[in-house]
């Protein structure tokens, strides 16, 4: 079934939507560009977004040309370069058919899709896909069902390799931005919602919700979105890792085989939540032998390739992809997919298998615009992690150091969290946010303007449950590039409760920054009943020690002679994190909520640490 017909661009591409009718008899809206008077099929590329099929998207944009593009303008420059171009809105959202459960149902749906596709007498056969964040998770579960046609991939911050160790949850507590996530997009695009429904979650104020945490179903700022409202606690609720978290649009990891033979570009930022789920991808694909996987890191949040920057700190003009990697983003993926879909040579760069940003080596002075200069350079290798590293421990001492030798005497540091005021969040990897969480690099102080925070203002450093360690200060540059772990010997006096662990840049003291600069690098968190097991829950006896390991987000820094590594501690992370109550409740439940009385122990015994790793 086709409708609307239309001609768009420049008049060189014509565009046409179509109801793609799925198994179950749901009509999905795509819209067709194709180049005017094509001769012959082309091949093909998709792409399958939950934001509106030609929305504009500000993260469409190139440095020239900061304006968001909208999404349909992209497509028609991928037909004007010889492809037929297939933009489809996922179920139950703008003008598709049918119900939408965030992630689930994207494995069939896209399946179909591409079947249907490559029965056209317009489509050679070969497809490839492409898309950020969601439109990543849609790719790979895509892929998951060996779809005939599927030739390569462009995954741009997504592509979920385990939705349960990042993206949705992390370290078994849940990421709150699922909630920010849900009401913004019930309020737009959702087939389902009625108009006073509508109101109500438009006048909805997100940040007095969030301060009265925790919830409970029908006692939600998505209460007026029933569908919206449930699968939010579905993923809330589901504190293990069972077969609800294996489902192919959620796992990509138990599905690696069915990308053989596909050619899968894998592209993410620092700052970006996906960056471990990029990482985990590139290994899994890798490991398998695909000599056809490719990796970019760059220091961008969430999308962002376009800008110097992240949050308040600036890594130089070399930081876009724009000039540095390719002409555009555009460009950039052409350039993959011309080789991949008809045999053009990879430009140079983009055979190599890994290229990423090391950050850090700028001048530590304030640039014109106020941020940090901390600079940074591009890398290439071979392979990830960057051959040759060596993952160098450094030790926690009871008198706040970080030190490369354990101390000799069992001690323990300890603190009270208080669920009730939990540590705001500051920067970091996140993505949809705002306005209560911005991702990137800030000096680690808070301010009237943070999300949570309460007077007196100042470094989250001076807080009595933010236990601090920090090196000498180092005498020569020290890289760091790759993943981190920070392994732990906890105790507490409730059942349950969560350790966080946060890596940091720390500047000195400047004519610039008189107090110094304290750039966060990465931070984790690990709920403690999933110490040992992900499919179990166990909970501690009260002054039980035991180790707990928090796995971060990958960074690659360069941390310059003069400053110090610091290493900061507690037990909350809010708004980006859930906030444990310390009672053992069952997840996503609202209940009383206790102070944990938490303590960090170190020595020869009990040996807590951060696991570096160090290039050679």
Same mark, same amino acid.
């Given at each position: 079934?086709?409708?609307?017909?239309?001609?768009?661009?420049?008049?060189?591409?014509?565009?046409?939507?179509?109801?793609?009718?799925?198994?179950?008899?749901?009509?999905?809206?795509?819209?067709?560009?194709?180049?005017?008077?094509?001769?012959?099929?082309?091949?093909?590329?998709?792409?399958?977004?939950?934001?509106?099929?030609?929305?504009?998207?500000?993260?469409?944009?190139?440095?020239?040309?900061?304006?968001?593009?909208?999404?349909?303008?992209?497509?028609? !420059? =991928?037909?004007?370069?010889?492809?037929?171009? &297939?933009?489809?809105?996922?179920?139950?959202? =703008?003008?598709?058919?049918?119900?939408?459960?965030?992630?689930?149902?994207?494995?069939?749906? +896209?399946?179909?899709?591409?079947?249907?596709?490559?029965?056209?007498?317009?489509?050679?056969? /070969? &497809?490839?896909?492409?898309?950020?964040?969601?439109?990543?998770?849609?790719? @790979?579960?895509?892929?998951?069902?060996?779809?005939?046609?599927?030739?390569?991939?462009?995954?741009?911050?997504?592509?979920?390799?385990? /939705?349960?160790?990042?993206?949705?949850?992390?370290?078994?507590?849940?990421?709150?931005?699922?909630?920010?996530?849900?009401? !913004?997009?019930?309020?737009?695009?959702?087939?389902?919602?009625?108009?006073?429904?509508?109101?109500?979650?438009?006048?909805?104020?997100?940040?007095?919700?969030?301060?009265?945490?925790? $919830?409970?179903?029908?006692?939600?700022?998505?209460?007026?979105?029933?569908?919206?409202?449930?699968?939010?606690?579905?993923?809330?609720?589901?504190?293990?890792?069972?077969?609800?978290?294996?489902?192919?649009?959620?796992?990509?990891?138990?599905?690696?085989?069915?990308?053989?033979?596909?050619?899968?570009?894998?592209?993410? +930022?620092?700052?970006?939540?996906?960056?471990?789920?990029?990482?985990?991808?590139?290994?899994?694909?890798?490991?398998?032998?695909?000599?056809? &996987?490719?990796?970019?890191?760059?220091?961008?949040?969430?999308?962002?390739?376009?800008?110097?920057?992240?949050?308040?700190?600036?890594?130089?003009?070399?930081?876009?992809?724009?000039?540095?990697?390719?002409?555009?983003?555009?460009?950039?993926?052409?350039?993959?997919?011309?080789?991949?879909?008809?045999?053009?040579?990879?430009?140079?760069?983009?055979?190599?298998?890994?290229?990423?940003?090391?950050?850090?080596?700028?001048?530590?002075?304030?640039? %014109?615009?106020?941020?940090?200069?901390?600079?940074?350079?591009?890398?290439?290798?071979?392979? $990830?992690?960057?051959?040759?590293?060596?993952?160098?421990? $450094?030790?926690?001492?009871?008198?706040?150091?970080?030190?490369?030798?354990?101390?000799?005497?069992?001690?323990?540091?300890?603190?009270?969290?208080?669920?009730?005021?939990?540590?705001?969040?500051?920067?970091?990897?996140?993505?949809?946010?705002?306005?209560?969480?911005? /991702?990137? /690099?800030?000096?680690?102080?808070?301010?009237?303007?943070?999300?949570?925070?309460?007077?007196?203002?100042?470094?989250?450093?001076?807080?009595?449950?933010?236990?601090? =360690?920090?090196?000498?200060?180092?005498?020569?540059?020290?890289?760091?590039?790759?993943?981190?772990?920070?392994?732990?010997?906890?105790?507490?006096?409730?059942?349950?409760?969560?350790? @966080?662990?946060?890596?940091?840049?720390?500047?000195? %003291?400047?004519?610039?920054? %008189?107090?110094?600069?304290?750039?966060?690098?990465?931070?984790?968190?690990?709920?403690?009943?999933?110490?040992?097991? $992900?499919?179990?829950?166990?909970?501690?006896?009260?002054?039980?020690?035991?180790?707990?390991?928090?796995?971060?987000?990958? @960074?690659?820094?360069? =941390?310059?002679?003069?400053?110090?590594?610091?290493?900061?501690?507690?037990?909350?992370?809010?708004?980006?994190?859930?906030?444990?109550?310390?009672?053992?409740?069952?997840?996503?439940?609202? +209940?009383?909520?206790?102070?944990?009385?938490?303590?960090?122990?170190?020595?020869?015994?009990?040996?807590?640490?951060?696991?570096?790793?160090?290039?050679?």
């Amino acid at each position: 079934m086709t409708t609307n017909p239309m001609v768009v661009a420049d008049g060189n591409v014509t565009r046409r939507t179509h109801r793609v009718p799925m198994r179950d008899g749901v009509h999905l809206a795509t819209d067709l560009y194709l180049p005017a008077g094509m001769a012959g099929p082309l091949p093909v590329l998709l792409e399958r977004t939950p934001y509106g099929k030609d929305a504009e998207t500000r993260r469409e944009r190139t440095a020239a040309n900061p304006s968001p593009m909208r999404r349909g303008e992209v497509a028609a !420059r =991928f037909a004007q370069a010889g492809y037929a171009v &297939v933009v489809q809105d996922c179920r139950g959202r =703008f003008d598709s058919e049918g119900q939408f459960t965030k992630y689930l149902g994207e494995a069939h749906d +896209g399946a179909d899709t591409l079947q249907w596709i490559t029965a056209q007498p317009w489509c050679t056969g /070969a &497809v490839g896909t492409y898309g950020l964040s969601y439109a990543a998770h849609t790719q @790979t579960a895509l892929a998951s069902q060996r779809p005939a046609g599927l030739k390569a991939m462009f995954l741009e911050c997504g592509g979920f390799a385990n /939705a349960y160790r990042g993206g949705i949850r992390h370290g078994g507590a849940f990421e709150l931005k699922q909630a920010v996530w849900a009401l !913004r997009n019930a309020c737009s695009g959702s087939t389902q919602l009625g108009e006073a429904a509508r109101q109500a979650l438009a006048q909805a104020d997100i940040g007095e919700w969030f301060l009265r945490l925790p $919830w409970s179903r029908g006692d939600s700022p998505l209460q007026w979105a029933p569908e919206y409202e449930d699968y939010l606690f579905s993923q809330w609720e589901r504190g293990t890792f069972d077969d609800y978290w294996r489902q192919p649009e959620l796992y990509a990891a138990g599905h690696y085989g069915a990308l053989d033979g596909v050619a899968v570009m894998l592209m993410c +930022g620092w700052w970006d939540p996906y960056a471990q789920t990029t990482t985990d991808n590139y290994l899994g694909l890798a490991g398998r032998g695909n000599t056809d &996987v490719r990796m970019v890191l760059g220091p961008w949040t969430h999308g962002e390739r376009s800008v110097p920057y992240a949050g308040d700190v600036d890594f130089g003009p070399a930081a876009v992809l724009d000039g540095s990697l390719a002409p555009d983003y555009v460009a950039m993926r052409l350039a993959w997919f011309d080789h991949w879909l008809k045999g053009a040579p990879l430009p140079p760069g983009m055979d190599e298998g890994v290229r990423y940003f090391r950050m850090g080596g700028g001048s530590g002075r304030r640039t %014109p615009e106020g941020r940090l200069d901390h600079g940074g350079s591009w890398r290439s290798a071979s392979h $990830w992690p960057l051959p040759g590293t060596d993952f160098v421990p $450094w030790y926690l001492g009871s008198d706040g150091a970080l030190s490369s030798q354990a101390p000799g005497r069992d001690e323990a540091l300890a603190f009270d969290f208080d669920p009730a005021c939990p540590v705001p969040t500051l920067g970091g990897s996140i993505t949809s946010g705002e306005p209560l969480m911005v /991702a990137g /690099a800030y000096d680690q102080r808070t301010s009237a303007q943070t999300f949570g925070a309460q007077a007196p203002y100042g470094p989250l450093a001076q807080r009595p449950d933010v236990l601090v =360690f920090q090196t000498p200060v180092l005498q020569e540059d020290l890289e760091v590039s790759g993943p981190i772990t920070i392994e732990l010997w906890v105790s507490s006096t409730a059942p349950d409760t969560d350790f @966080t662990a946060k890596l940091i840049d720390l500047y000195p %003291p400047s004519a610039d920054y %008189p107090e110094g600069y304290a750039v966060n690098l990465t931070d984790g968190i690990l709920r403690c009943r999933y110490r040992r097991s $992900w499919e179990a829950a166990e909970m501690m006896q009260p002054g039980e020690v035991v180790q707990v390991t928090i796995e971060p987000m990958p @960074t690659s820094n360069l =941390f310059r002679r003069g400053h110090r590594i610091r290493l900061d501690i507690s037990s909350s992370n809010f708004p980006r994190f859930d906030v444990n109550p310390n009672t053992g409740a069952p997840e996503g439940s609202a +209940g009383p909520r206790v102070v944990a009385r938490n303590s960090v122990h170190m020595g020869a015994s009990r040996p807590s640490r951060v696991v570096l790793p160090v290039p050679r």
